[in-house]
Structures are given as structure tokens and as C-alpha cells.
């Protein structure tokens, strides 16, 4: 088979696969923005809004390290590896060790973040410390408390999920995701209607997180089981193989997602003492920046992770090699279009999404420097989730562990440089400068090594779809100007048809100007969803 068939077998395969998880999250992005609109008209964008923001990123900081961080990436591999050469059932005992450990690490967590909480409310006003006596930073802790367990639910979820892509199966869990958004939406549909005050909404919102995780948890739990992969917890054999295996695979993962979430938390932090808009425009922004990282980057790291760690324990380094070029290029062609429509038209989607209720147009104008930066950084967001999988199925976390540290310093400092001009936009902007160095360096890596197949045809997709994508956003965005925008903000309604239109005529026009030039990619997302089409006919 030839290099190009097998590039386009692969990719295919990919594209397919990538397809039923992209779906599913399509559906959780569209409830997320549904709940972005319940979120903004119930909390507003003040004190309210920035505790509880502050307060569920702590709480989810343990998913993203230990959930779907470190510990899934670093145990595919090793049940793959465990699976291919000495079968499920020694791979079955192996997970039951890994859960009993990770569970009984989270509930030391969880007991110790609610019990911390709680001594900072009782004995903060003693110290002379000013941060802590903000009323939003008060209101956190009051959270935090009622939060901490959705933090255990939902990192055994995620390396369920983990377990569970590796069996094949991705869509289910990202279907199970949703339960968040819609236990959520309930809760503030009852606050709405009911106008309640935030001393009664919140803790009741509160409650729902961990219920919500709990049931997540049940539900993949039981999907497992029914794939055949539940652990085996009457035998402990090679127990401390498997820990000692996992502990250096996943510990440089572990130091490198902690590193990157301190990051995030002191982002939080900073933005908590510039003044109370600063964290609801950081939040806000990115659920609307959040949803091409999901729908495409997710999908395809998701996927790549277990496609190429199969690959790796074959010791087929091409498969690697085309799988990473190929998606690359899928998600730059994907991502820089969104890109470019959402730094010409975010006033117009926060406008929609957000300006009502508690929701303030001043609220509104401080998200004006974080949408724009944000903006700018999803084709570098979305890359990342492509470029990790390369290293992480090769087993090299100490690698993504260095580019990572350095690149989180690198945000701190410039946090501190830029917030004092931009304000809580410098915040934003420091995020897009460390992931394109992040970028960058992971390139050069794979560069070295001949991991990218055809380097000079990746680089050709970002210049293009780049190109395409700014010269259609921008043109869009002078008609705009001259002729639609006294229509389109006269009520948010005429801004919805407005935006609705707008999202047509640009992928007409994009996909259209890249077809007429050839684009590879365009045509690979053609076919695919060709194929589906007379397959459901």
C-alpha cells in the first residue's frame, strides 16, 4: 500500500471515529451555551458569578489532572500494552488496582479541600489578609465545601472514559457528559422562574454538581461492565507492577497538568483581585472559545490517544506518524475559520448568549479584550490537543512535563506584564503567548524526530485556511458594518437570525473558496460525511 493511500486509510478512520464523539459533544456545547444564557441572566456578571466560577474550577481541577490529565493518558498505554501481550483479564486485574488506589487518593483530597474550606470561612476574618474577605472569595469557599466530591465522581468518570475508548467506545461517554449541563439547566430554571436570591440558589446548584457526578460515574461504570472491561477486584496480581509502571508513567504527567492548573488558578486568582467582572468574562468567553476545542480538538485527542497507543504497542511508529499529520491538518482547516468568525463577531455572540437579567452591558464591554485574545488562541488550544497524544502514547511524559513548566512560568510572568494594560484581557492574552510557545516547541520536537509526515502540506493547510478564513470573516465583517449592524442590535432576537444567516453564508463561502483551491482536507470531510449520508439512506 502506498504512503498516501495508507495516510488516507488512517485518516479516514480517524475522521470516523472522531465523528460519533464530535456529535456528542455538539450536543454538550449546545446545552453549555444554553446554560451560558441561564448563567449569565441568573448570576449576572459580578460577585455572584465569580464564585461560583472560581469555586467549580477547584472543584474540577482534580478531573482535569487526575481524571481525563495524566492518569488516563499515561494508563491506555499501559493497558494496551498489558491487553496485546498478556491478555484482558490480566489488564482487568491491573485497572481494579489503579481504581482502589486513585479512589482511596481522592477522598484524602476531597476530605482535605472541604476541610481547608472550611477553616479559612471560620478564622479568615482574624487574618489580616484582604483577599480572603472579599465577599466573592468568602462566597468560594461556602461552595467549595458542597463542591469538593464532584471532584472524586468525576475523575474515576474520566478514567473510565479513558478505558473506555480504549475498548472502542467514545461517543457513550461523551453522551454521559451531558447529565452535568442538563441536572445544571434544571436547577437554574427553577432559579429563574422562581427569581430566587442568591443565598437560596447557590447551595442548591451546589448540590447538583456532585449528584450529577455521581450518577456520570454509575452510568460509564456500568457501560464498562457491559464491554467486557470491568475490573477484576478479587485478585490483586502484579499489583505493585502496575503502580509502579503507572507511577512513572503518569508522574511527570501528573507535576506537568498540576503545573498547567496552578496556572489556571492563579489566572482565577488574579482576575478575582482586579475587581469583580474580570472572572465572569474570563468564563463566559471561554464557553464560546471552548466549543471548536471541543467538538473538534477533544475529538481527534480523544481518539488519537487510543489509536496511536495501540499503534505504539504494535511498534508501528508511521501509523503514529500519519495519524498526527493528518489530524493536524483537519483541525487547522476546522479550527482558524471559527477562529476568524469569532474575533470579528464576539460582541454580536456575547450580545446573544449573554446581556440580560443580572447581565449588565458593562458586564459585556469587559469581556470586549478577553474575547478577542481568546479568539485568537483556539487554532493553538486545538493543536495542542493533537501534538500531546504524539508523546503520551510514545510513553514520553517527562518531555511534555519540561515544555509545559517552562510554558506555565512563562504565563505567570506574562500575567503580570499585561493584565496592567488589558486588565483581565492581559489574563486572556498571556494564555494565547504560552500556548503558541507550547506549539512551537512540540513541533520542533516532532520536527527532529520525523514524526510529522509531510511537514511542508501541514504548514501549507494554516497559511491557507488562515488566509480563506480572514479574508471571508473580514469582508463579511464590512458588510456588516455598512449595511446590517443598526438592524441586527435592535433586539437579540433580530441578532440570533442575524448570526444564524451569518454562520451560513461564511461556511459557503469558506468551504467554498477552499474547495476551488484544492484543499485536501475539505475534500477528506466531504467524503466522509458522503458516505454517512448513503449509508443512513
Same mark, same amino acid.
Given at each position: ?11 479516514? !478512520? ?26 449569565? !441572566?441568573?448570576?449576572?456578571?459580578? &460577585?455572584?458569578? +465569580? ?6 474550577? =477547584? ?10 490529565? #495524566? ?29 482502589? *488506589?486513585?479512589?482511596?487518593?481522592? #477522598?484524602?483530597?476531597?476530605? !482535605? /479541600? ?7 470561612? @471560620?478564622?479568615?476574618? &482574624?487574618?489580616?489578609? /484582604? ?40 461517543? %457513550? ?13 434544571? /436547577? ?33 461504570? *456500568? ?24 507511577? @512513572? ?47 473538534? #480538538?477533544? +475529538?481527534?485527542?480523544?481518539? *488519537? ?9 504494535? /511498534? &508501528? ?37 449573554? *446581556? ?6 458593562? &458586564? ?26 504524539? %508523546?503520551?502514547? $510514545? ?25 496592567? $494594560? ?29 514524526? =510529522? ?10 497559511? $491557507?485556511?488562515?488566509?480563506? +478564513? ?8 464590512? =458588510? ?58
Amino acid at each position: 500500500m502506498s504512503k498516501d493511500k495508507s495516510t488516507e486509510t488512517s485518516g479516514k !478512520t480517524l475522521l470516523k471515529s472522531s465523528f460519533g464523539m464530535s456529535f456528542a459533544t455538539l450536543l454538550s456545547r449546545i446545552t453549555g451555551l444554553v446554560r451560558v444564557r441561564l448563567e449569565s !441572566t441568573v448570576f449576572g456578571g459580578g &460577585d455572584v458569578a +465569580s464564585a461560583w466560577f472560581f469555586a467549580f474550577a =477547584i472543584a474540577n481541577l482534580f478531573r482535569r489532572v487526575l481524571g481525563e490529565g #495524566a492518569i488516563a493518558n499515561a494508563l491506555i498505554p499501559l493497558i494496551a500494552d498489558t491487553d496485546a501481550r498478556e491478555g484482558r483479564e490480566k489488564a482487568k486485574k491491573q485497572l481494579a488496582f489503579v481504581f482502589l *488506589l486513585l479512589g482511596a487518593i481522592l #477522598a484524602v483530597i476531597v476530605l !482535605t /479541600g472541604s476541610l481547608v474550606s472550611w477553616l479559612i470561612l @471560620k478564622y479568615s476574618p &482574624d487574618w489580616e489578609i /484582604g483577599f480572603l474577605n472579599y465577599p466573592r472569595i468568602r462566597m468560594m469557599f461556602q461552595l467549595l465545601i458542597i463542591l469538593m466530591p464532584y471532584g472524586f465522581f468525576i475523575c474515576l468518570t474520566g478514567v473510565v472514559g479513558a478505558v473506555l475508548n480504549y475498548a472502542g467506545s467514545f461517543m %457513550f461517554p461523551a453522551m454521559v457528559s451531558l447529565l452535568l449541563n442538563i441536572v445544571l439547566l434544571a /436547577g437554574l430554571s427553577i432559579a429563574w422562574v422562581c427569581a430566587m436570591s442568591p443565598g437560596e440558589f447557590l447551595p442548591m446548584l451546589a448540590w447538583l454538581v456532585p449528584i450529577s457526578g455521581a450518577l456520570q460515574l454509575i452510568l460509564v461504570t *456500568l457501560w464498562m461492565w457491559k464491554l467486557g472491561f470491568f475490573p477484576n477486584f478479587r485478585c490483586f496480581v502484579q499489583g505493585k507492577d502496575i503502580c509502579r509502571k503507572l507511577w @512513572k508513567l503518569a508522574f511527570p504527567g501528573i507535576v506537568s497538568y498540576s503545573v498547567l492548573q496552578l496556572s489556571f488558578v492563579i489566572d482565577q486568582s488574579m482576575a478575582a483581585s482586579l475587581n469583580s467582572q474580570a472572572i465572569p468574562a474570563l468564563n463566559y468567553v471561554y464557553r464560546i472559545v471552548d466549543i471548536p476545542i471541543g467538538l473538534v #480538538a477533544v +475529538s481527534f485527542g480523544t481518539v *488519537l490517544v487510543a489509536t496511536m497507543s495501540r499503534a505504539a504497542a504494535a /511498534g &508501528d511508529i508511521r501509523e503514529i506518524s500519519r495519524s498526527l499529520e493528518f489530524s493536524l491538518r483537519v483541525v487547522w482547516f476546522v479550527t482558524l475559520p471559527l477562529a476568524a468568525l469569532i474575533i470579528f463577531f464576539h460582541n454580536n455572540m456575547l450580545h446573544v448568549l449573554c *446581556l440580560g437579567g443580572r447581565y449588565t452591558n458593562s &458586564d459585556l464591554q469587559a469581556a470586549h479584550w478577553v474575547a478577542v485574545f481568546y479568539s485568537l488562541g483556539i487554532p493553538f488550544f486545538c493543536s495542542l490537543k493533537v501534538l500531546l497524544p504524539a %508523546f503520551y502514547s $510514545r510513553k514520553k511524559m517527562t518531555t511534555t512535563l519540561v515544555v509545559s513548566s517552562v510554558a506555565t512560568v512563562l504565563n505567570i510572568g506574562l500575567n503580570y506584564i499585561l493584565m496592567r $494594560r488589558f486588565a483581565q484581557g492581559g489574563i486572556a492574552l498571556a494564555t494565547v503567548f504560552s500556548s503558541i510557545f507550547q506549539n512551537a516547541v512540540l513541533l520542533w520536537l516532532l520536527s527532529r524526530e520525523k514524526m =510529522i509526515a509531510n511537514a511542508v502540506k501541514t504548514a501549507l493547510t494554516f497559511v $491557507r485556511s488562515a488566509t480563506v +478564513s480572514l479574508g471571508v470573516a473580514g469582508g463579511l465583517y464590512w =458588510i456588516y458594518l455598512r449595511y446590517f449592524e443598526a438592524w441586527s442590535s435592535s433586539h437579540w432576537s433580530c441578532e440570533l437570525i442575524f448570526l444564524a444567516a451569518l454562520g451560513t453564508v461564511f461556511s459557503i463561502g469558506y468551504f467554498g473558496i477552499s474547495y476551488l483551491l484544492r484543499s485536501p482536507e475539505c475534500s477528506d470531510v466531504i467524503a466522509i460525511l458522503m458516505r454517512k449520508i448513503r449509508k443512513k439512506a
